[in-house]
């Protein structure tokens, strides 16, 4: 906190956030902030992040703007229809305060957000509408250990979460007990992927993605100064308001016993930082660079791969390369018969990449290709036993792109 009679009020547009004695301006300027959503709720979290001066403010987003964001977007007017949500956010923030700097990615959140830049943030924001984006983005906010704010949002009641790993509950812990968690994460019941139905329009208002996403950068600036607020944070718990009453509470979320979440956290000196490896090389390449880490490393991919489908009613064979979560139920078809494989059994997988084992395709397939998001982490076990993480830090540059561009800095990191 500063005297009042030192600032000038005309002049300088954090006067008064400067006259708040919680609030530590010079470490929101500093702060590197992910917000994954760029809908109605994230507009809301980005603003205020705007107006409140946190320094660097990542935006990802996939969607192009339409008319009917525009009932609860602050962010985004008639002019912008069809354009990039995440980069017109993040040309708007640059208007709200010329002294945040945003980076932009409208890629698909499961190919190119990766860990490497999660675990350079400070805090992540998930502005989600739905549970499949919310999985992902808890398993790489816990595998990196870096802190995350959920909401979720109907036209009239809300909720918050903040889960701050490696303590307490994460997102799977907090889902219902009848829910098959395993199924959502598409690891143990081997059926092929539904195609996901997360395109549902939940009929929202900007009132309670204001109340949302305003409660969400509160927590956010609690993370960024957490020894303050030690003990009253939403860390491992849940606000809810109920719009109809104007009533809110607070609820713990307890931490469920053998959630395998937990088991994935990454210790931290075990990440490589591999400057030359990205995620066009392909998985040879990488097992090249590897072993200069680790002798006779072999890659964990970090999803299972289908390698061959083999019909079981007529036996024909076809080759695939095709990670599992991107498989849909209708996508195969048996040429000779007709039929369609409904059970992953029918499916030769495998999530291990070896110079000695692998099939050729495999190992020419880029890591893209296999499932490896961009700036991501691979999992590389050497003949010894010990394991590293190797990070494809060769795409740190181009994992998002800065607004705006960096004029006569050509070449400046943006991380
Ligand atoms: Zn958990
Ligand atoms: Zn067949």
Known sequence: MVEEETLDFRADRDATLKLIDWFDIDRARTSKVLVVGAGAIGNEALKNLALLGVGHIYIFDRDTIEMSNLSRSVLYTG?????????????????????????????????????????RMDAVIGCLDNMNARLLLNRLCWRVGKPWIDAGIGSLNGHVRVFHPPNGPCYECALPEDHDRRQAVGESCRVIARRQVDQGRIPTTPTIASIVGAVQVQECLKLLDAKRWEGRSLAGRQFDF??????????????????????????????VEMPKAHSQMTAAALMVAAKRVLPDAYLVLPDEVAVEWRCRLCGAAYPLLRPLPSLYQGDLICESCGHEPTWESEIKLTHKVSANHSPRALLEATLRALGVPRFGLVEARGSNGEVRFLELTGDANQSVIAEPPPVSRTGDSVL
């Open 79 to 119: 002019a912008d229809m069809g354009q990039s949500k995440a980069h017109t956010a993040a040309r708007r923030l640059r208007e709200i305060n010329a002294s945040v700097r945003t980076y932009w990615n409208d890629g698909d959140i499961y190919s190119d957000l990766g860990e490497g830049l999660i675990r």
């Open 242 to 271: 109920y719009g109809e009453f104007a009533a809110a509470d607070v609820t713990g979320l307890p931490a469920r016993e053998g959630c395998l979440v937990h088991d994935e956290t990454i210790d931290p000196h075990l990440i």
